[in-house]
DNA sequence: ACCTGAACACCGTTCAAGT
DNA sequence: ACCTGAACACCGTTCAAGT
C-alpha cells in the first residue's frame, strides 16, 4: 500500500466525521446554529484544517445536501428492482422518498435550505456539479420504470406528455406532499389532522389514475403491496422508523 | 386627530419601510446577505428602533414573509370571485399562485425560508400566530371553492376523501411544481427544459380529472379560460410579468 | 416614552509560523 | 505538504445616556 491510498482513505474519514458533526449540531440547534467553531470544538481537528475541506460554512452545507441525496439514490435502485409491476415501482420510489424524510428530518429539511441561492453561490464548483450529477441519477431511476411502465403497455402516455415531464409530475407531486407536511418544516392548524402516509398515497393515486397509469387504484389490492414495502423492498428503513418514533 | 392615531400611522409607515428595504437587500445579497446594519445604513433610523419594531433579525424574517402571504391571499380571493365554473375557479388559484412567485420571486424564496424552525422559534409569537391565520385564509379560499363544486355537483368527492384532503393535494400539488421549478431556488439539468406555466397547467388537470371535477380537460376549451386569466382577472399581474421579463 | 449608537460577545475566514 | 490557532473584520443584540 502507498502512503497516497492511507492519506485518501484518512482524508474520506476525516470529511464523513466533520459532516456527521455539523449534521448533529443542525439537528440541535438549527441550520442557523451551525458554528464552524462549534465543529472545531467536537472534532479533533483545526479549523485550518476544516477549511482545508471545505472552502466555506455554505460548501459544507451542500456537502451534507450531497451525502443525503446519495442515500436517496440507493433507496431508489431499490425500489427499481422491486418484484412487481411498474406502477408498483413507481409507487416504491414515492414511498421511498417519504421513508428517508421521516428517518431524516434534519437532512430533509437542509437538502432544501442548501437549495437557496445564497448557500448554492457560496459552493465550490465541484460540490455543485456533484449536486447536479445525484439529481440526474434520482431521476434516472424513475425514468427507467416509466420507460419500463411504457414497454409493458401499463403505461400508456398522453399525446402532449414527454416521459421526462411525467417524471417531473411525480417528483414535484411527492416533493410537495413531503415538504408541506413535514414536521420538522411547519406545523400549522390545516396540517395537523394531515397524515404524511395516507395523503401522500391519496396524491400517488390521483395523479397515477389521471396519468392512466395501470392497474388503477380500484383494481388491485394496494394495502397488500404496501405490505409488501414495509415488510420486504424497505424492512430496515421501517423498523428504524419504529425505533424512532417510540424513543 | 389625536397624537396616538398620527404616532400609530407613522409607525406603520416606518415598519413597511424597514421591511421593504430588507426585501431590497434580501434580493440583491440573499437571506445570508441581509444584516441588521445593512438595513439601517439605508433607512433614516438607528438600530434600536429597529430592535423596537422586530425583536431580531428572525423576527424581521417572517414579518416579511407575512407581508407576502397576505398579497398571495388578495390574489386568491380575486380567485374565488372569478365568474366561471367552480374548475375554473380552483384552477385560477394555481395561476394565481405561480403568478405571485414569478412576480415576487424573493418573496417566494423567503416564504419557504421563515418555515424552517431556526427562523419560526425565534419569532415572535404574535407574528407567528399572524403567520398561521394568514394561511388559514389561503386555505379558506380553497375550500370555499371545493364547497361552491360540491353543491353544484360538478365536483364529486370520492368517499375516502374529504374537502380539506383535496384541498391540500391542490395546495402541495401547486407548491410542489413551483417550488421545483422556481429559477431562484433550482435550476439543474432536467428543469430547463421544463416551463412552469405549462407544467402546472398539466399538473392541476391530471389531479383535477383524477379527483372528477368537471368539466374534465378534454370537454372544456382551457386555453379560453387561460386567456381570461390573462386579459381580466390578472390583467395587471401579467402585464407587470411581462414588464419584468422585458426589462 | 422613545431614540441613539457605543460596546460586547460571537462568528467566518485568513495566514504567518510551526512541523 | 499539511496543520495550527491567533488575529481581523463583521454581525446580532444590548443598554446607558440622551431627548
Keep these: 500500500m502507498s502512503p497516497k491510498v492511507i492519506d485518501h482513505c484518512a482524508l474520506e474519514a476525516r470529511e464523513e466525521e466533520i459532516m456527521k458533526t455539523a449534521l448533529d449540531i443542525i439537528t440541535e440547534l438549527g441550520v442557523a446554529g451551525l458554528t464552524i467553531d462549534k465543529v472545531v470544538a467536537k472534532v479533533p481537528y483545526s479549523k485550518g484544517t476544516v477549511y482545508n475541506h471545505f472552502t466555506c460554512k455554505e460548501d459544507l452545507l451542500t456537502g451534507l445536501c ?56 457560496k459552493s465550490t464548483e465541484k460540490r455543485q456539479e456533484e449536486h447536479l450529477a445525484l ?25 402532449h406528455l414527454s416521459p421526462a415531464q411525467v ?5 414535484s407531486m411527492c416533493f410537495g406532499t413531503i415538504a408541506l407536511l413535514h414536521e420538522t418544516l411547519d ?13 401522500l398515497i391519496n396524491h400517488s393515486n390521483l395523479l397515477l389514475d389521471g396519468l392512466n397509469w395501470q392497474p388503477y387504484t ?7 403491496t404496501i405490505y409488501k414495502y414495509k ?7 421501517v423498523e428504524q422508523l419504529k425505533l424512532l418514533q417510540n424513543g
Design 66 to 121: 450531497n451525502r443525503s441525496v446519495r442515500n436517496v439514490a440507493a433507496l431508489f435502485c431499490r425500489a427499481v428492482n422491486f418484484e412487481g409491476s411498474s406502477r408498483e415501482r413507481i409507487f416504491a420510489i414515492g414511498y421511498a422518498y417519504m421513508l428517508h424524510s421521516l428517518l431524516n428530518p434534519t437532512e430533509f429539511m437542509l437538502v432544501i435550505s442548501a437549495k437557496t441561492p445564497s448557500i448554492r453561490e
Design 135 to 159: 439529481e440526474s441519477k434520482l431521476l434516472g431511476s424513475i425514468l427507467q420504470i416509466i420507460s419500463a411502465g411504457l414497454s409493458s403497455g401499463e403505461l400508456n402516455l398522453q399525446p
Design 167 to 171: 417524471a417531473f409530475s411525480l417528483w
Design 187 to 199: 406545523r400549522c392548524s390545516v396540517r395537523t389532522e394531515m397524515n404524511l402516509e395516507r395523503e
Design 218 to 224: 380500484q383494481d388491485h389490492d394496494w394495502a397488500n
Design 231 to 237: 415488510t420486504e423492498l424497505f424492512q430496515n428503513e
